[in-house]
C-alpha cells in the first residue's frame, strides 16, 4: 500500500527544542497539505504545496514554523524553539489536482507531546 | 468564528439502524464537501464527498444530502455497524475560488451498539 506515510509518529521533545517531521506523498499526488488537530477539534490548515511550490500559510504558522517539499516530493516540517503549545497531532495529507472533489487522503500523523 | 459547525458531539445508535450526521457551514463560497472518519491513533479516512452543483451522493451504505439554502449537509449510514463506531468529521473548500485546503467541524462521535 502506497499511501501517506509519516515519520516519526510520535515525538517527544522538551520546551525551547527544535522538531522536524516528514511527510512521504502518495507518489502521483502534487499537492501536499499539513494540518494540526488537538483534542476536541478537527483539523485545521497550516499550509499547503503544489509540487515545490509553497502556495499558501495558515495564520497558524508562527515563524517558529518552516515548511519545505524540495523536489515536490516528501515534505517537512520544523518547529523551532517549541512551545507546549505546540503539543498537537500534526497530520499531513496529499491530493491530486486531477481529484474532481478535492479529495485529500491523510496519513497516520505525528503525535507531538511538548514538556 | 467557526466556517463549518456540527453540534452533536457524538450520537448513538442501535445496529441495523440508520444513523444520520449533521453538519451546518457559514460561508457561501465553499463548493465541496466532505465526510471523514477517524478512528483514535489514526489519521482521518476520507469516505464521501459533493460538489454544490449536486444535492445527493450515494456509496454503498454512506449517502451525503446537500441543502444549499440552508447551508446544511448530512452523512446517512444505513444500515449502522458496530465497525462504523469512529469520529466523524464534516469538512468543505471553496475550489471554485482556488482556494484547496480543508476547513473541518470540530467532529462527532458515533457509537453504535451491537
Known amino acids: 500500500d502506497t499511501g501517506v506515510s509519516q515519520d516519526p509518529r510520535h515525538k517527544i521533545t522538551k520546551r525551547g527544542q527544535n522538531v522536524t517531521f516528514r511527510c512521504d506523498p502518495i507518489?502521483?499526488?502534487?499537492?501536499l497539505y499539513w494540518y494540526r488537530q488537538t483534542l476536541g477539534q478537527g483539523p485545521e490548515f497550516l499550509t499547503y504545496?503544489?509540487?515545490?511550490?509553497?502556495?499558501?500559510k495558515s495564520r497558524l504558522l508562527s515563524d517558529r514554523f518552516s515548511a519545505e517539499r524540495p523536489k515536490g516530493s516528501f515534505s517537512t516540517l520544523e518547529i523551532q524553539r517549541t512551545e507546549q503549545g505546540d503539543s498537537a497531532m500534526y497530520l499531513c495529507?496529499?491530493?491530486?489536482?486531477?481529484?474532481?472533489?478535492?479529495?485529500?487522503?491523510f496519513g497516520p500523523g505525528t503525535r507531538l507531546t511538548v514538556l | 468564528d467557526q466556517q463549518v459547525k456540527q453540534n452533536s458531539p457524538s450520537l448513538s445508535v442501535q445496529e441495523g439502524r440508520i444513523s444520520i450526521l449533521n453538519c451546518d457551514y457559514t460561508?457561501?463560497?465553499?463548493?465541496?464537501f466532505l465526510w471523514y472518519k477517524k478512528y483514535p491513533a489514526e489519521g482521518p479516512t476520507f469516505l464521501i464527498s459533493?460538489?454544490?452543483?449536486?444535492d445527493k451522493n450515494e456509496d454503498g451504505r454512506f449517502t451525503v444530502f446537500l441543502n444549499k439554502s440552508a447551508k446544511h449537509l448530512s452523512l446517512h449510514i444505513v444500515p449502522s455497524q458496530p465497525g462504523d463506531s469512529a469520529v466523524y468529521f464534516c469538512?468543505?473548500?471553496?475550489?471554485?475560488?482556488?482556494?484547496?485546503?480543508?476547513?473541518f467541524g470540530k467532529g462527532t462521535r458515533l457509537s453504535v451498539i451491537a
Open positions: 460561508n457561501s463560497m465553499f463548493d465541496y
Open positions: 459533493i460538489s454544490s452543483i449536486k
Open positions: 495529507a496529499s491530493s491530486s489536482r486531477l481529484s474532481a472533489l478535492n479529495e485529500q487522503f
Open positions: 504545496f503544489q509540487n515545490e511550490a509553497q502556495l499558501e
Open positions: 507518489s502521483e499526488h502534487n499537492r
Open positions: 469538512a468543505a473548500s471553496a475550489m471554485n475560488s482556488g482556494n484547496t485546503p480543508l476547513v
